[in-house]
């Protein structure tokens, strides 16, 4: 059970590159789940997949000397969905289908990627945990970090912040 939640019902065995692998997988994920319960279902199923990723990496991890194994992108998933957040409630808010706030799924996507590689600031600090902890850590202040830039960005578009 813990391998199917750590590589994300086996998407993290996708070659090359698995934690975009996985990050990819998260959107038509949360897209469902948006689409099912909107807002609150997609930050209900955020908040459950963090302490279940903690659990599962712990679990497929334990006893093997790489702590965080290309295979474990259940944190790319709970990161993306963080990333996604301010999308999926500006949708909410206005009654859009989020398909339409298409720019920001996208940006989302980009900047989690971008914080979660290069392991800018926060984020590198976490990834130097070397436990499941981190392994997650990362990726949530990743996420963070992408869904402050998805936020401001769209504010701008939308002429909130002028």
């Known amino acids: 059970m813990s391998r ?7 998407v993290g065995h996708l070659r090359p590159a698995p934690g975009t692998w996985g990050s990819l997988a998260a959107l038509p994920a949360a897209w469902v789940l948006h689409g099912l319960g909107g807002f609150p279902l997609l930050l209900l199923a955020t908040l459950a997949v963090l302490p279940l990723g903690w659990w599962a990496t712990e ?39 989020v398909t339409q706030l298409w720019p920001g799924i996208l940006g989302a996507f980009l900047f989690f990627r971008l914080f979660d590689i290069t392991k ?33 960005l769209a504010a701008l578009a939308h002429g909130v912040l002028l």
């Open 120 to 152: 800018w600031g926060p984020v590198g600090r976490a990834d130097r945990r070397a436990d499941a902890l981190g392994v997650m850590l990362d990726d949530v202040i990743a996420g963070i970090m992408a869904a402050i830039v998805v936020a401001v």
């Open 59 to 97: 679990a497929w991890t334990r006893g093997k000397a790489d702590h965080d194994p290309s295979e474990v992108v259940i944190d790319e998933v709970a990161g993306q969905w963080i990333a996604l957040l301010p999308v999926s409630a500006g949708a909410w808010h206005t009654g859009a289908e």
């Open 4 to 10: 199917l939640v750590a590589t994300f019902f086996y």
